[in-house]
């Protein structure tokens, strides 16, 4: 099974590669299953180059178990290819870095050649505060056991380059008896979940990478980052926080009934189970290290005072330590600092109190005894020693804390609404339930600026309602036991107005988290801006929230800042993708604008997800696409599915992750401080943007809205089978909806579109917005935005590259089985549009095909399609199956998985799900 593809290739390492584990697959498929099945993969490999109706028969043919066989073999080919173009891209990227030294020192070169003075350069460093968060958003198809396999892989092709480095030539028969040895795991090992996972098994999943991020790629882009501002001039404190890790796992209420306010709790201890375990594991490097004899170095008073504080608090230190180093004054430190870790560590197992001195509350007490040891060195003719692993071990802790990642936790607006209502009842004063939202305003503002509590410990609530409110308990319960970074924001999904966010923010001071008159809050309260509705009009309620004077204390207890989370999933699923994107760049300009109003720092959220249609795409153009001024230094991003295990799965990647988005981040913070172009050229590109996403808009409402489309989106995508690949805890549907499309999530609605390569979220409507504009004069107008406008040309590349995946020969086949005639117009309009979305395109990009300016990527893609056609003629064969036996109703298991099979080869064919 093997890549026929061109070896002058510019990428003929890496086909040579992948080649040699198609190979290496067909000899797995003959040990494990028989010659019989290698000669079906290969006839029908020959039958999609030469005949592909020839071979969409043979395919449907196929008894299911050989289906079964035929759709893993190609789903485990896609895992081999992707492991290889990992494995060589991060090649690609250490060869460029000794070359270029990395991004941030190319961007180090643009803010040098801009003049930037080393004042502002350390102030907007002092600013920075990026913090990606991984989200359980359930985009991830393949399985942990699947994913370390590729790990091992990737490790393995790794090992044998860098043996060939060395000049001396490669055991290649080794590694190839470790490589074929993998691949026998990975067919022998089921690519499907027998159960939906729970949080915490999410949460498991998240704690992998965190823990790698922790040990490997993160300190090394702080230390880079700190050396590469140390030669502009800044100095960057070593415990400073240029970016931390956030997760919403455990702490994501909304649509999740499995996270409760136990399950929170569980996780964050969880959390720290490993968090400590990390910092544990760096102090043994420090241990390793710190064999200075106090015979040669000196060491601080405040040093000498804290480690005498130590011996005699900590009883349980081993006699052999305190008498082979008692003259080795900072290794004994670093062990006093481990026992404290593992204090802390007992201590939260057995839910014991915080002893000041013996264990640790919160990473700043750790932090704090980590710097005593650099800043000794550093007095004492060990600067080089207090810049090395010491600093390494500040930076990360710093970075990730003893808990690994800040938890937000976010919850549904009406939740909140429903509490009040049943306490406002308890209390006899109104009817909550029946105010309008004007007079909920009126009442809320009026609660926060007065003294009485609405509730009492024992008050009455309904069963959801209680856990509703019980969790605002549980951020206190649980900021008490780990320190107050452990849970830092509070979001609101579904923000409408301005009583939708004073609502959580009642309820938090119900339960002690916040003081209006003593000015004090635990928490920062974060509006979820999901819709066009909502984005609209952006400005104008972060204004009305800010002139609110009790809810402005809160802010200012906060340090001035308010975050506003952006999302791109909703709006997109309701508007289509051209007005999703404009109105969320046009909030962010009006949100800019209403903060600096009110004196305020604006903090970004951006709730991407991992495809275009949810908000994805190249982060580093992304951010730099943002309006000026709307990054000043802080940002937030989700990370999710499997966006985290193609960015995070391998440390070169990580590093070039993580070092693009602080590059990006540091770029616009001191770059992009005010407009690219003239205000009178922007006003004329606003118009025009206003013109296409207006007429994409009714372009796409004209398809989504239309009755019947539901019935035609149920009868040719897989979307019904989501919920049995088991790959989130949290149900695809939201609560008490039917079975139409409002109700369903956004995740499930590109899942739907992209199996079937329709791909609708990703380009539906644009070519109509962009033929609206030339129609109206404007052709010129929309070749200058894209040559000179950032935010225009990222969207303009986006939409391209959504384009190429999508293959509407292949959605036919769905269409063509799978729909009934009465709904193939739908096909038609789709097939009509997308015609019109690529030539608009091309003529703005001046191509002749999509993505003539990147052929290595358009030849992946095509090379994929030759594996991803049997795939897709599969499913459609299965899914002809499935219905006639009468769906999931039948309980036909075998032919069941058969489909799942195909869901998951054609996800890591494509490299995403939903």
């Keep these: 099974m093997t890549d026929q593809s061109n070896t002058d290739a510019p990428d003929a390492a890496l086909r040579a590669d992948i080649r040699r584990l198609g190979t290496l697959l067909g000899e797995a498929l003959v040990r494990q299953e028989g010659s019989e099945l290698l000669a079906e993969v290969e006839e029908v490999r020959a039958l999609v180059r030469t005949d592909s109706a020839t071979a969409a028969q043979r395919l449907a043919a196929l008894d299911v178990a050989t289906g079964t066989k035929l759709g893993r073999a190609f789903s485990t080919y896609f895992h081999l290819a992707n492991v290889t173009e990992q494995v060589h891209r991060a090649r690609e990227l250490r060869a460029a870095r000794a070359v270029t030294g990395g991004w941030l020192r190319e961007t ?17 460093v002092r600013r920075l505060a990026i913090r990606p968060v991984f989200t359980a958003h359930p985009t991830e198809a393949a399985r942990r056991s699947i994913l370390v396999k590729q ?17 001396g030539g490669a055991d290649t028969a080794a590694y ?24 915490t098994d999410e ?72 968090g400590i375990r990390a910092a544990e594991h760096a102090m043994d490097g420090l241990v390793s290290d710190l064999s200075l004899s106090a015979r040669h ?77 650099r800043t000794s060195l550093a007095e004492h003719d060990g600067a080089l020693i207090a810049d090395g692993r010491v600093a390494d071990a500040i930076r990360a802790a710093q970075a990730f804390g003893l808990q690994l990642a800040t938890m937000d936790v976010r919850e549904h607006s009406e939740k ?94 119900e339960n002690g988290l916040v003081n209006v008159h003593s000015g004090h809050s635990r928490l920062d309260f974060v509006p979820l801006l999901e819709t066009v509705h909502e984005l609209k009009p952006a400005g104008e309620l972060l204004d009305a929230w800010l002139s609110i004077p009790a809810y402005r204390k809160i802010v200012a207890a906060r340090g001035d800042v308010q975050e506003i989370m952006l999302g791109y999933s909703d709006s997109n699923k309701e508007a289509g993708i051209a007005s999703s994107q404009w109105s969320i760049h046009q909030a962010q300009r009006a949100m800019r604008d209403a903060a600096a109003k009110h004196g305020v720092t604006l903090r970004l959220f951006h709730g991407r997800g991992g495809t275009v249609g949810r908000g994805g795409g190249p982060t580093h153009e992304a951010i730099l696409a943002q309006p000026y001024g709307t990054l000043d230094g802080s940002i937030k991003v989700t990370e999710q599915g499997e966006v985290i295990s193609d960015k995070y799965t391998l440390p070169a990647l990580a590093r070039e992750n993580l070092e693009l988005t602080v590059s990006a981040v540091l770029q616009a913070t001191l770059l992009h401080t ?121 969207f303009i590349s986006n939409v391209e590259m959504m384009l190429a995946k999508t293959d509407l020969s292949i ?36 191509e002749a095909h999509l993505l003539d300016a990147q052929p290595v990527l358009r030849r992946t893609l095509e090379v994929r399609d030759t594996y991803l056609e049997p795939l897709h003629h599969l499913q459609v064969s299965l899914l002809s199956k499935y219905a006639a036996a009468g769906g999931a109703d039948a309980g036909d298991e075998a032919l069941q998985r058969a489909l799942l099979s195909t869901v998951n080869g054609i996800a890591a064919g494509l490299r995403n799900t939903g």
């Design 108 to 124: 180090a070169e643009l803010i040098r050649k801009a003049g930037t003075s080393a004042a502002d350069i350390d102030a907007a």
């Design 151 to 167: 790990r091992a892989l990737a490790d393995t092709l790794d090992a044998e380059a860098a043996e060939r480095a060395l000049g």
């Design 176 to 199: 190839d008896r470790r490589l074929a040895e993998l691949i026998d795991l990975l067919w022998q090992t089921d690519e499907l979940r027998l159960t939906r996972p729970e949080p």
């Design 203 to 274: 949460a498991r999943n998240a704690i992998y990478y965190l823990t790698e991020l922790y040990a490997n790629a993160a300190p090394r882009v702080l230390a880079d980052l700190h050396d590469t501002l140390a030669d502009l001039g800044a100095e960057v404190p070593v415990t400073a926080q240029p970016f931390t890790f956030g997760t919403w796992i455990g702490g994501d209420r909304d649509g999740n009934p499995y996270v409760t306010p136990e399950v929170t709790a569980n996780v964050l201890r969880l959390q720290h189970e490993y």
């Design 297 to 373: 170095a000196h060491l601080s008073e405040p040093l000498a005072a804290s480690l005498d504080a130590d011996l005699a608090a900590l009883p349980e230190l081993p006699a052999r330590f305190r008498r082979v180093n008692a003259e080795e004054p900072y290794r004994l430190k670093a062990r006093c600092i481990k026992q404290k870790l593992a204090n802390t560590r007992a201590r939260l197992a057995a839910r014991r109190p915080h002893e000041p001195g013996r264990d640790y509350l919160g990473t700043a007490e750790y932090v704090a005894d980590l710097e005593l040891i």
């Design 416 to 509: 909140h609404h429903a509490v009040l209502a049943q306490l406002y009842r308890a209390v006899g004063e109104v009817d909550y339930a029946s105010l309008d939202r004007p007079a909920r305003t009126e009442l809320l503002v009026a609660e926060l600026a007065g003294r009485r509590p609405l509730s009492t410990p024992d008050v009455a609530l309904d069963e959801a309602e209680r856990r509703t409110y019980d969790v605002f308990a549980t951020i206190r319960e649980m900021q008490d036991t780990f320190g107050p970074k452990v849970i830092e924001s509070y979001i609101v999904s579904m923000t409408h107005g301005v009583d939708d966010l004073l609502a959580a923010v009642v309820l938090a001071r």
């Design 674 to 794: 005010e407009p690219r172009q003239p205000a009178t050229e922007l006003a004329v590109w606003d118009s025009v943007m206003d013109t296409v996403a207006g007429a994409a808009e009714s372009a796409y409402r004209n398809l989504v809205e239309h009755p019947r489309l539901p019935d035609y989106f149920w009868a040719c995508t897989p979307t019904a089978l989501l919920g049995s690949l088991n790959i989130g805890s949290r149900p695809s549907k939201r609560p008490n909806t039917d079975a139409g499309l409002d109700g369903l999530r956004a995740i499930p609605w590109v899942f739907g579109w992209t199996q079937t390569r329709q791909i609708v979220p990703g380009w539906y409507g644009v070519g109509s917005g962009l033929a609206a504009a030339n129609a109206a004069g404007l052709t010129d107008t929309l070749r200058a935005m894209y040559q000179r406008w950032q935010f225009f040309r990222t």
């Design 811 to 846: 959605a036919r086949r769905y269409v063509d089985a799978l729909v009934p005639d009465e709904l193939r117009h739908f096909a038609d309009q789709i097939e009509t549009e997308y015609a019109s979305t690529v030539r608009e395109v091309l003529a703005i990009t001046g």
